[in-house]
């Protein structure tokens, strides 16, 4: 669901997360280089944060990574005093919603006539 951004905006984005303690991300690799994840939006105040994933190619998908990479990223949103981790995802993406929900995310609202918002109590 992102947004197309130019280099630019890419680069200047990479450098200001460094400074940033409102997100986290982490590289995925198997052999190779695969994805990345993370916590976003950290709210400390709320013990909250938005949870974000992708992995490629595609056909690692459904192989079980997912899987362990939230395990992980609970782990470390513990680690940080987070006890609950949301999401977005597109009405459309039938398969990652059935997926979270195995994971124990609950649908929690609509976000305009495409997105859904799910949680995970931690």
């Excluded at 899987?67 to 009405?91: M, N, P, T, Y």
Aim: glycine share 8%; aromatic share 14%; charged share 20%.
């Amino acid at each position: 669901m992102a947004q197309p951004v130019d280099k630019a905006a890419q680069e200047a984005w990479f450098a200001s997360l460094a400074e940033r303690s409102d997100y986290l991300i982490w590289g995925l690799k198997t052999s190779e280089w695969i994805g990345a994840c993370g916590i976003k939006n950290i709210d400390f105040d709320n013990r909250s944060a938005e949870y974000w994933g992708y992995i490629y190619p595609a056909h690692l998908r459904g192989a079980g990574i997912g899987w362990q990479v939230l395990h992980f990223i609970v782990s470390k949103a513990r680690s940080f005093g987070i006890d609950k981790l949301w999401l977005r995802v597109s009405k459309n993406n039938q398969s990652a919603i059935l997926t979270y929900e195995r994971w124990g995310f609950s649908r929690v609202c609509s976000e305009g006539h495409d997105i859904i918002r799910m949680e995970l109590f931690l």
